[in-house]
C-alpha cells in the first residue's frame, strides 16, 4: 500500500476569528486547507490545516515540500516520514508551527481504516469519554465571559475557560466575576496566552489561588523560561505552557527539564500529528505530568485530538472551543457532547468524521492534485 494521490483544498472561512488588538496590520483570515491522501488501493485518509495568515503560504509548503515526501510512501511509515519532515524543518523549511502535523494524521487515518479500527483503538486505547470545558475566545466585556460560562453551564458542561483580553486589572475582575456567577463547584481555567509580566503573574495567580482556579495557562511567551521557572516555584497553583513550543517532543523536554510547567500542552495541529502529540503526551507522563490536549480550532481535527486524548491516561479534559459554530469548517455535524459535558470518541473505523464536500467544493478558494508517477 502507498500513497497514490495528494490532493488539497483552500476552503475560504470569510471572517476573522481574533480581536483587533492581536490581527495587527497584517491581514489575518482563519481559512482552512483540506488534505486527502489516496492509497493505490483506494483507502482515503483527511485531514485540515489552518490557514491563519495565508492560505498560499500554508498551501506552497503542503504542495512543494510536503507532498514530494509523502508520495508514493507506506502510510505505515509515519515514524520515517515524521523524522524525514523535521529534517526538511531544520535545513531551510521552517514549517509554520501547524504544519505537517495534518499530514501526519491522514496517515494515521489510513492506517486504522485499514485494520478497521477507530484511530483510539489503533494507537491503543484508555477510554472512550473525556469530560469537556468550554474554551472561550477574546471576549469585549467581563459581562460576555460570564454570560457565556452560564450558557455552557446551563447545557450540562461542568467547567471553563476564559482568555482574558487585558489589560490586567480587566483580567482580575473576569477572573472574579466568573467565580462569582458559576459557583465554587465548577472548574474555572485562565489562558492570557502570554502578555504578563512577572510581576503581573504572580498577582494574577495568587489571585487565581484564592479563588480555586484549576490552572493559569500560557502567562508569558512559550520560549520564557527562566520567568516560567520561577512562577512555577512562586505559585501553588498549576502552570500550563508549551502550546505554541518549537521543535514538538524535543522542544518540550526543555521546558520539563528547566521546571518550567507543571502542565504541557499538544495538539495534533501544532505539535507534528498524532505521532508528535504521542511523544509529548508519554514524555510528561514518565514525568508525572499532564498534557492537556490544547484546540486545533478546527472540530475535525478536534475529534482527532479525542481520539489521542482517549488513547493516553494523562489527559483530564477535552478542549471545546466555543461557540462551536465559528469551528465546524469544514466538517458535518457537531461534536459528539451529551448533555452531561462528556464527549464520546467515534468509533468508525479511522477518525470516524465526515467533511462536508458541497461545502468545500463551494468555498473552496484553489484546488491541486499531485499523483505519485512511480
Known amino acids: 500500500m502507498i500513497i497514490q494521490k495528494f490532493e488539497s483544498w483552500w476552503v475560504e472561512r470569510g471572517k476573522c476569528l481574533f480581536d483587533k488588538k492581536r490581527q495587527g496590520a497584517a491581514k489575518m483570515g482563519w481559512d482552512v486547507l483540506v488534505i486527502k ?79 478497521g479500527l477507530p484511530l483510539y483503538k489503533y494507537i491503543g486505547a484508555c477510554r472512550d469519554t473525556l469530560p469537556v470545558y468550554a474554551s472561550s475566545n477574546f471576549l469585549p466585556s467581563v459581562q460576555d465571559y460570564v454570560d457565556e460560562a452560564l450558557y455552557y453551564k446551563s447545557k450540562g458542561i461542568k467547567a471553563y475557560k476564559a482568555h482574558p483580553a487585558g489589560p490586567v486589572e480587566t ?39 484564592r ?85 486545533t480550532t478546527m472540530n475535525y481535527m478536534d475529534l482527532v485530538n479525542l481520539h489521542v486524548s482517549c488513547a493516553i491516561s494523562n489527559c483530564e479534559y477535552f478542549e471545546y472551543f466555543v461557540p462551536e459554530d465559528n469551528y465546524r469548517l469544514p466538517m458535518k455535524g457537531d461534536l459528539p457532547i451529551d448533555d452531561h459535558g462528556m464527549i464520546h470518541v467515534p468509533q468508525a473505523p479511522g477518525i470516524g468524521a465526515e467533511l462536508d464536500w458541497d461545502l468545500i467544493d463551494n468555498a473552496c478558494h484553489s484546488y491541486k492534485c499531485l499523483t505519485f508517477k512511480g
Request: aromatic fraction near 10%.
Open 37 to 115: 491522501l489516496t492509497t493505490d488501493t483506494g483507502i482515503e485518509g483527511t485531514a485540515c490545516c489552518m490557514a491563519a495568515r495565508s492560505g498560499a503560504v500554508s498551501e506552497s509548503y503542503l504542495n512543494e515540500t510536503i507532498a514530494p515526501v509523502v508520495l508514493g510512501r507506506d502510510p505505515h511509515d509515519r515514524e520515517k516520514i515524521f523524522q524525514e519532515l523535521w529534517v526538511i524543518d531544520r535545513h531551510e523549511a521552517f514549517f509554520p508551527v501547524f504544519l505537517p502535523g495534518p499530514i501526519d494524521v491522514a496517515l494515521w487515518d489510513i492506517c486504522a481504516k485499514a485494520a
Open 171 to 209: 483580567d482580575l475582575e473576569t477572573h472574579a466575576a466568573l467565580r462569582e456567577a458559576v459557583g465554587d463547584d465548577f472548574v474555572l481555567m485562565t489562558d492570557p496566552v502570554g502578555n504578563y509580566t512577572m510581576g503581573d503573574a504572580v498577582r494574577v495567580g495568587r489571585q487565581l489561588e
Open 211 to 295: 479563588l480555586n482556579y484549576k490552572w493559569f495557562e500560557e502567562p508569558f511567551r512559550d520560549f520564557e523560561l527562566y520567568k516560567y521557572t520561577e512562577l512555577c516555584r512562586t505559585l501553588d497553583i498549576p502552570i500550563a505552557a508549551t502550546e505554541t513550543t518549537r521543535g514538538c517532543h524535543w522542544g518540550v523536554a526543555q521546558v520539563i527539564a528547566q521546571h518550567a510547567a507543571d502542565i504541557v500542552r499538544a495538539d495534533v495541529s501544532w505539535k507534528s500529528g498524532v505521532t508528535g502529540t504521542l511523544k509529548i503526551a508519554h514524555l510528561a507522563e514518565a514525568f508525572g505530568m499532564n498534557c492537556e490536549i490544547h484546540t
